[in-house]
């Protein structure tokens, strides 16, 4: 029976992704802060479903996350969903630090530890939601959009790392645009927004196919091609707002 751990699992497209995988028969761990949202997960199948409270920039995170992984007793599939992010014009610096502290130290942390599990057993599949606001710097949501180009950018090394040292680890990351979720609730009006579900499905797809990086959907595609022949001295004047 195949395993996965699935990190942000409460609510949004980790729970979806759950959702997906548990119907497919794998047997789950799912973490994130908030237990009582993961244990209604494990009420649909107590047999199939490990729960573990985390909080990806806790000091204890990396343990919990290597028991949660010990219960199952093998995991080949980690898909990392935590995340945070808002527009922040005024650069409030406690929501920049914030940002930095789940989207860079969390994120690290946990991934790198699911590296160093998976290289001990040989091979796995690691799994990232990033975002395609790591393509150019946004100066609506500065730390957002930098935080994802760090895990763009970690998750190439990672994989190239793995292949120096002859590991089988692979790594799929996924670049969703605008996603109808809680991280964006209240926080502006947003245009292609996309559902949870769907985007879940694609991101399993993706993984299926062992796709490297998988920008969500052919709209976002179309879009970051277009972003990427906007020369930097141009980008820097734009006005961008979703407002």
């Known amino acids: 029976m195949k395993c996965a751990i699935v990190v942000g699992a409460s609510s949004g497209i980790g729970r979806e992704v759950a959702k997906l995988l548990l119907a497919g028969g794998w047997r789950l761990g799912v973490a994130a802060r908030r237990e009582d949202k993961l244990n209604e997960l494990k009420a649909v199948s107590p047999a199939m479903v490990e729960v573990c409270r985390i909080d990806v920039t806790a000091a204890d995170a990396a343990d919990r996350l290597l028991a949660l ?11 990392y969903c935590s ?5 922040n014009p005024g650069l409030d610096r406690d929501v920049e630090l914030a940002t930095v502290g789940v989207n860079v130290t969390g994120f690290t942390q946990m991934v790198d530890t699911m590296f160093a599990y998976m290289a001990e057993r040989k091979g796995g599949h690691i799994a990232v939601i990033s975002s395609i606001a790591g393509t150019k710097g946004l100066g609506v949501a500065p730390s957002y959009s930098a935080t994802k180009a760090y895990q763009n950018t970690y998750i190439q090394a990672l994989e190239q790392l793995s292949n120096m040292r002859g590991l089988n680890i692979r790594f799929t990351d996924i670049r969703p645009g605008f996603v109808d979720t809680d991280l964006l609730a209240g926080s502006g009006c947003y245009p292609m927004l996309m559902d949870k579900t769907a985007v879940a499905r ?5 993984v299926g196919f062992r796709r490297h990086v998988s920008v969500i959907d052919w709209r976002y595609r179309f879009l970051v091609f277009f972003w990427r022949l906007i020369p930097n001295w141009l980008w ?5 707002s979703n407002k």
């Open 69 to 79: 992984a010990e219960k199952l007793g093998s995991v080949d599939l980690f898909v």
């Open 83 to 87: 995340g945070v992010g808002k527009q």
């Open 202 to 206: 694609k991101l399993l797809r993706a």
């Open 236 to 240: 820097r004047r734009l006005k961008i």
